[in-house]
């Protein structure tokens, strides 16, 4: 639990955000003495979590319609700038950037070809995909029919 609340303050404050009235809150020893606040946090973190989810779909979403196919570019820019940013912000203390570091490098995994907008768009392309193949088994099924009339033809000649 401890663990957890050093990544929400530690994120928190990476987004500009004092945590200093949440602690009084949703501290782990606040949390012991009050289990309401744990359903609070727990709520809490899930709807963080899906504002988060919704931001990064929406912001990668926005990257991959300006960047069309360079947006791994786009996507590798932002990763090594959030790397660098955050070895810089713990550079005397470089156990304290692990934690943030694991979650810039989910996040950027998240972003691959295993996050929603790719899934989103392998979908896409594969009824592409099938529409072609089925126009391709049509004009097959034309040509097949015409060799087999010409072939007709030439048998009754």
């Not at 004009?139 to 097949?144: A, F, Q, S, V």
Request: with cysteine; hydrophobic share 50%.
């Amino acid at each position: 639990m401890d663990t957890f609340w050093r990544i929400w303050t530690d994120l928190l404050d990476v987004l500009g955000i004092d945590a200093s009235n949440l602690t009084h809150y949703f501290s782990p020893a606040a949390i012991a003495n009050n289990p309401t606040r744990a359903l609070l946090l727990i709520g809490a973190i899930l709807l963080a979590y899906w504002f988060l989810s919704l931001f990064l779909g929406f912001f990668f979403y926005l990257l991959h319609m300006l960047f069309g196919r360079f947006f791994w570019i786009a996507r590798v820019a932002l990763f090594t700038l959030s790397c660098v940013y955050i070895l810089q912000k713990y550079e005397g203390d470089p156990e304290h950037a692990v934690l943030p570091l694991c979650f810039v490098v989910a996040v950027y995994f998240m972003t691959g070809p295993v996050g929603f907008y790719w899934r989103r768009n392998s979908n896409s392309s594969l009824e592409e995909k099938m529409d072609h193949l089925d126009s391709q088994i049509r004009l097959l099924n034309i040509r097949l029919s015409r060799v087999i009339e010409n072939l007709d033809r030439g048998s009754e000649q």
